[in-house]
């Protein structure tokens, strides 16, 4: 699989993700990037992360990677001589703080697959940057995505999650949640 000089960001994960679907591992899409793919009208990311399910052989990933043009760098990551997208595979589990993400999304584009966090997947994994760290952009772009796929997040699951992070980690500030919540309502 060949890619074009002017591969988007969606072009490139769909092809990572297929090219190692189809050499036996399961690599879901997470992070900033999930949540480009869901609004890459308001949010883009040059990073691509992936947690593999399974915690690939680097020889594995290595061969499925060169076949789309991605060649292992000295940090470890990614890289493509010709496309500014650098991809990344994170440590697993695939977790959200402290629980761990089970299920997930397959799209497909025709014979292209691309799994991906859900909708209130993303919207909790921003919504913890910007809960630990104070990231404005973070609790942006988690707005974004609920607002965006609203009749696919599950705002029950959201708040019943936040109540388990908050019951295992007091540090965190519940008026942030408050904030959160007040801000969806005024879309």
Known sequence: MILPLDASLVDVEFA????L??????AVL???????????????SLDIDFVVEVG????????????????RAAEGHYRHERLPYMLAFPI??????????ATWRTERREDLVLHVFTPTDVVRDRFLHYWAWGDRTALDVALAVA??????????????WTQRELAADPS?????IGRF???LERA
């Open 172 to 176: 965190y500030d519940p008026s942030r």
């Open 30 to 44: 997470c992070g900033g990037s999930a949540a480009a793919y869901y609004v890459p009208d308001l949010y883009q």
């Open 21 to 26: 679907d189809r050499a036996g591992e399961t």
């Open 147 to 160: 607002r965006a796929h609203a009749p696919e997040f599950d705002l029950a699951a959201f708040t019943a």
């Open 92 to 101: 697993g589990p695939l977790a959200i703080g402290r629980e761990y993400v």
């Open 56 to 71: 690939a052989a680097p020889h594995i990933v290595d061969r499925a990677l060169a076949t789309i043009g991605y060649a």
């Open 181 to 183: 919540l007040t801000n």
């Open 16 to 19: 990572a993700c297929t090219v």
